[in-house]
Nanobody
Framework: VQLVESGGGSVQAGGSLRLSCAAS????????MGWFRQAPGKEREGVAT???????SYADSVKGRFTISRDDAKNTLYLEMNSLNPEDTAMYYC??????????????????????WGQGTQVTVS
């Protein structure tokens, strides 16, 4: 299993970024996919998750600003981030659940359910 993020960078407050995660090494469908982030000195937190049935879940801090989506034909996960603010500055990680998962569990955004992680992409908002 390989997850490779891209799209991070530096942006001014109010700006936008789109993160992508290219997945390979397994059959894409059926797994819960998610974006997590970790700022220096803080716990890794679940930003957004999406189940194979399209169910989505967002952290309160990003609701209405971030949108998670998946393209199973391309084995790619996306995170559209708008109205960015300095509190969004963090390393962003793409993750896949350790096992096939129903949407009702995927929406919990429990990092303990995710056994596969990308290397991360830095997002800096100033």
């Amino acid at each position: 299993v390989q997850l490779v993020e891209s799209g991070g960078g530096s942006v001014q407050a109010g700006g936008s970024l789109r993160l992508s995660c290219a997945a390979s090494g397994y059959t894409y469908s059926g797994y819960c996919m998610g974006w997590f982030r970790q700022a220096p000195g803080k716990e890794r937190e679940g930003v957004a998750t999406i189940a194979s049935d399209g169910s989505t879940s967002y952290a309160d801090s990003v609701k209405g600003r971030f949108t998670i989506s998946r393209d199973d034909a391309k084995n790619t996960l996306y995170l559209e981030m708008n109205s960015l603010n300095p509190e969004d500055t963090a390393m962003y990680y793409c993750a896949r659940s350790s096992f096939w998962m129903l949407g009702s569990r995927c929406v919990r955004r429990d990092k303990g359910d995710f056994g596969y992680w990308g290397q991360g992409t830095q997002v800096t908002v100033s």
